[in-house]
Protein backbone atom coordinates (compact mmCIF):
# COMPACT_ATOMS: atom_id res chain seq x y z
CA UNK A 1 0.00 0.00 0.00
CA UNK A 2 0.64 3.88 -0.30
CA UNK A 3 2.61 3.87 3.35
CA UNK A 4 4.47 0.62 3.20
CA UNK A 5 6.04 2.10 -0.49
CA UNK A 6 6.44 5.39 1.44
CA UNK A 7 8.40 3.66 4.22
CA UNK A 8 10.33 1.87 1.55
CA UNK A 9 11.48 5.26 -0.15
CA UNK A 10 12.31 7.09 2.72
CA UNK A 11 14.34 4.26 4.25
CA UNK A 12 16.48 3.53 0.59
CA UNK A 13 17.10 7.66 0.76
CA UNK A 14 18.40 7.15 4.18
CA UNK A 15 20.75 4.26 4.17
CA UNK A 16 22.61 6.32 0.96
CA UNK A 17 24.39 8.52 3.79
CA UNK A 18 27.53 6.87 4.30
CA UNK A 19 27.14 7.46 8.18
CA UNK A 20 25.31 3.80 8.37
CA UNK A 21 27.82 2.50 6.43
CA UNK A 22 29.48 0.18 9.04
CA UNK A 23 26.33 -0.91 10.51
CA UNK A 24 25.45 -2.16 7.24
CA UNK A 25 28.06 -3.94 6.77
CA UNK A 26 27.80 -5.78 9.96
CA UNK A 27 24.79 -6.50 9.73
CA UNK A 28 25.07 -8.38 6.24
CA UNK A 29 27.76 -10.34 7.53
CA UNK A 30 25.97 -11.12 10.65
CA UNK A 31 22.38 -12.29 8.53
CA UNK A 32 24.58 -14.08 5.77
CA UNK A 33 26.06 -15.88 8.84
CA UNK A 34 23.10 -16.88 10.17
CA UNK A 35 21.54 -17.99 7.32
CA UNK A 36 24.65 -20.16 6.59
CA UNK A 37 24.46 -21.99 9.56
CA UNK A 38 20.50 -22.58 9.68
CA UNK A 39 20.43 -23.35 6.17
CA UNK A 40 17.84 -20.58 5.55
CA UNK A 41 17.31 -18.52 2.38
CA UNK A 42 16.53 -15.00 1.88
CA UNK A 43 12.62 -13.97 2.07
CA UNK A 44 12.39 -17.26 3.27
CA UNK A 45 9.79 -16.44 6.17
CA UNK A 46 6.83 -17.58 4.42
CA UNK A 47 4.60 -17.74 7.96
CA UNK A 48 5.68 -14.06 8.53
CA UNK A 49 4.96 -11.53 6.36
CA UNK A 50 6.48 -9.06 8.80
CA UNK A 51 9.97 -10.67 9.13
CA UNK A 52 9.33 -10.66 5.01
CA UNK A 53 8.97 -7.06 4.82
CA UNK A 54 11.88 -6.10 7.09
CA UNK A 55 14.10 -8.03 4.90
CA UNK A 56 12.87 -6.98 1.51
CA UNK A 57 13.47 -4.03 2.83
CA UNK A 58 17.06 -4.47 3.96
CA UNK A 59 17.98 -6.06 0.43
CA UNK A 60 17.13 -3.33 -0.89
CA UNK A 61 18.41 -0.72 0.98
CA UNK A 62 21.94 -2.94 0.82
CA UNK A 63 21.37 -2.56 -3.13
CA UNK A 64 20.82 0.94 -3.40
CA UNK A 65 23.71 1.53 -0.81
CA UNK A 66 26.28 -0.93 -3.39
CA UNK A 67 24.81 1.03 -6.07
CA UNK A 68 25.91 4.58 -5.24
CA UNK A 69 29.53 3.03 -4.27
CA UNK A 70 29.35 1.48 -7.52
CA UNK A 71 32.11 3.77 -9.67
CA UNK A 72 34.63 2.21 -8.59
CA UNK A 73 33.33 -1.05 -9.65
CA UNK A 74 33.08 -0.34 -13.53
CA UNK A 75 34.66 -0.18 -16.49
CA UNK A 76 38.23 1.92 -15.96
CA UNK A 77 37.51 4.35 -18.52
CA UNK A 78 33.98 4.90 -16.75
CA UNK A 79 35.05 4.89 -13.25
CA UNK A 80 37.72 7.50 -13.97
CA UNK A 81 34.95 9.97 -15.31
CA UNK A 82 32.90 9.04 -12.00
CA UNK A 83 35.96 9.92 -10.29
CA UNK A 84 36.64 13.31 -11.60
CA UNK A 85 33.44 14.65 -11.53
CA UNK A 86 33.23 13.46 -7.67
CA UNK A 87 35.80 15.02 -6.74
CA UNK A 88 35.39 17.70 -8.47
CA UNK A 89 32.40 18.78 -6.24
CA UNK A 90 34.18 17.78 -3.33
CA UNK A 91 36.66 20.62 -3.96
CA UNK A 92 34.13 23.15 -5.09
CA UNK A 93 32.42 22.11 -1.29
CA UNK A 94 36.17 22.89 0.41
CA UNK A 95 36.63 25.95 -1.39
CA UNK A 96 33.62 27.32 -0.06
CA UNK A 97 34.21 26.18 3.08
CA UNK A 98 37.58 27.65 3.54
CA UNK A 99 35.47 31.24 1.52
CA UNK A 100 33.32 31.19 4.56
CA UNK A 101 35.83 30.48 6.92
CA UNK A 102 34.98 27.32 7.71
CA UNK A 103 37.01 23.93 8.59
CA UNK A 104 37.82 22.19 5.06
CA UNK A 105 36.47 19.01 5.83
CA UNK A 106 38.41 15.59 4.85
CA UNK A 107 38.59 14.98 0.76
CA UNK A 108 37.76 18.42 0.17
CA UNK A 109 40.94 20.29 0.50
CA UNK A 110 42.48 20.29 -3.32
CA UNK A 111 45.54 21.48 -2.26
CA UNK A 112 46.32 18.74 -0.43
CA UNK A 113 45.00 15.78 -2.26
CA UNK A 114 46.34 12.57 -3.50
CA UNK A 115 43.48 11.19 -5.41
CA UNK A 116 45.45 7.81 -6.58
CA UNK A 117 45.82 7.21 -2.35
CA UNK A 118 42.38 8.06 -1.58
CA UNK A 119 40.93 6.25 -4.01
CA UNK A 120 43.12 3.23 -3.07
CA UNK A 121 41.69 3.53 0.38
CA UNK A 122 38.06 4.04 -0.66
CA UNK A 123 38.35 0.65 -2.37
CA UNK A 124 40.12 -1.59 0.11
CA UNK A 125 38.36 0.10 3.14
CA UNK A 126 34.73 0.35 1.86
CA UNK A 127 33.89 -1.01 -1.10
CA UNK A 128 35.93 -4.10 -1.94
CA UNK A 129 34.26 -5.65 1.97
CA UNK A 130 31.17 -4.23 0.86
CA UNK A 131 30.89 -6.16 -2.78
CA UNK A 132 32.86 -9.01 -1.33
CA UNK A 133 29.60 -9.99 1.00
CA UNK A 134 26.93 -8.40 -1.50
CA UNK A 135 28.32 -11.30 -3.99
CA UNK A 136 27.38 -13.87 -1.38
CA UNK A 137 24.22 -12.39 -1.81
CA UNK A 138 23.91 -11.95 -5.82
CA UNK A 139 26.40 -14.46 -7.40
CA UNK A 140 26.02 -12.20 -10.59
CA UNK A 141 28.15 -9.01 -9.40
CA UNK A 142 31.18 -11.23 -9.46
CA UNK A 143 32.00 -8.92 -12.95
CA UNK A 144 31.65 -6.10 -10.25
CA UNK A 145 34.42 -7.13 -8.10
CA UNK A 146 36.70 -8.15 -11.32
CA UNK A 147 36.49 -4.40 -12.40
CA UNK A 148 37.22 -3.42 -8.40
CA UNK A 149 40.25 -5.16 -8.92
CA UNK A 150 41.57 -3.81 -12.26
CA UNK A 151 40.91 -0.05 -10.82
CA UNK A 152 42.65 -1.25 -7.74
CA UNK A 153 45.88 -2.22 -9.69
CA UNK A 154 45.02 1.09 -11.80
CA UNK A 155 45.21 3.51 -8.90
CA UNK A 156 48.54 1.80 -7.94
CA UNK A 157 50.15 2.66 -10.72
CA UNK A 158 48.81 6.05 -10.93
CA UNK A 159 50.24 6.04 -7.14
CA UNK A 160 53.68 4.92 -8.40
CA UNK A 161 53.43 7.60 -11.25
CA UNK A 162 52.56 10.52 -9.01
CA UNK A 163 55.68 9.47 -6.66
CA UNK A 164 58.01 9.77 -9.79
CA UNK A 165 56.54 12.95 -11.26
CA UNK A 166 57.20 14.83 -7.83
CA UNK A 167 60.25 13.43 -7.23
CA UNK A 168 61.63 14.68 -11.20
CA UNK A 169 59.85 18.25 -9.80
CA UNK A 170 61.85 18.47 -6.54
CA UNK A 171 64.52 17.68 -8.93
CA UNK A 172 64.60 20.60 -11.34
CA UNK A 173 63.94 22.92 -8.21
CA UNK A 174 66.73 22.45 -6.73
CA UNK A 175 69.93 24.99 -7.99
CA UNK A 176 72.00 23.66 -10.45
CA UNK A 177 75.67 22.31 -8.76
CA UNK A 178 76.99 25.01 -11.88
CA UNK A 179 75.39 27.99 -10.44
CA UNK A 180 77.40 28.00 -7.35
CA UNK A 181 79.60 30.90 -7.49
CA UNK A 182 83.83 30.39 -6.32
CA UNK A 183 85.19 32.63 -3.98
CA UNK A 184 86.73 34.89 -6.38
CA UNK A 185 83.98 35.72 -8.32
CA UNK A 186 81.81 36.45 -4.80
CA UNK A 187 84.84 38.86 -3.55
CA UNK A 188 84.79 40.53 -7.14
CA UNK A 189 80.98 41.04 -7.01
CA UNK A 190 81.41 42.66 -3.47
CA UNK A 191 83.36 44.78 -4.62
CA UNK A 192 81.64 46.09 -7.31
CA UNK A 193 78.71 46.40 -4.91
CA UNK A 194 80.12 48.43 -1.99
CA UNK A 195 81.52 50.77 -5.04
CA UNK A 196 77.86 51.59 -6.28
CA UNK A 197 75.67 53.74 -4.51
CA UNK A 198 72.88 52.05 -5.41
CA UNK A 199 71.22 48.94 -4.31
CA UNK A 200 73.35 45.76 -6.93
CA UNK A 201 72.47 42.06 -7.21
CA UNK A 202 75.47 39.80 -8.65
CA UNK A 203 76.66 43.42 -9.53
CA UNK A 204 74.09 44.82 -11.45
CA UNK A 205 71.64 47.62 -10.35
CA UNK A 206 67.80 47.28 -9.18
CA UNK A 207 65.56 49.32 -8.80
CA UNK A 208 64.21 48.98 -4.94
CA UNK A 209 60.63 49.89 -5.62
CA UNK A 210 60.07 47.39 -8.13
CA UNK A 211 57.99 44.17 -6.93
CA UNK A 212 59.64 41.08 -8.03
CA UNK A 213 56.70 38.77 -9.35
CA UNK A 214 56.16 35.80 -7.24
CA UNK A 215 54.50 32.47 -9.24
CA UNK A 216 53.42 30.07 -5.99
CA UNK A 217 54.43 26.71 -6.93
CA UNK A 218 51.22 24.33 -7.78
CA UNK A 219 50.57 21.49 -4.36
CA UNK A 220 47.23 21.06 -6.30
CA UNK A 221 47.77 16.78 -7.77
CA UNK A 222 47.94 16.01 -11.14
CA UNK A 223 45.00 13.84 -11.12
CA UNK A 224 43.92 13.52 -13.89
Request: aromatic share 8%.
Amino acid sequence: DRQLFRRFVISLVLHTDMAKHNDLVVKLKRTITTKKETGTSWLDQKDDIKAVLEEAQFLLDMMLHCADLGNVCRPTSVMKEWCKRVITEFWRQGDLERIHGLPVGPGRDRSTANVPLGQQFFIKVLVSPLYTLWNEVVPETEICLKYLHANLEYWKKESELKKKKEQERKKQQQPPSSSLKSPKNDAKTTRLSSASSEPTITGRKCNPNKRREYHPPDYVAETF
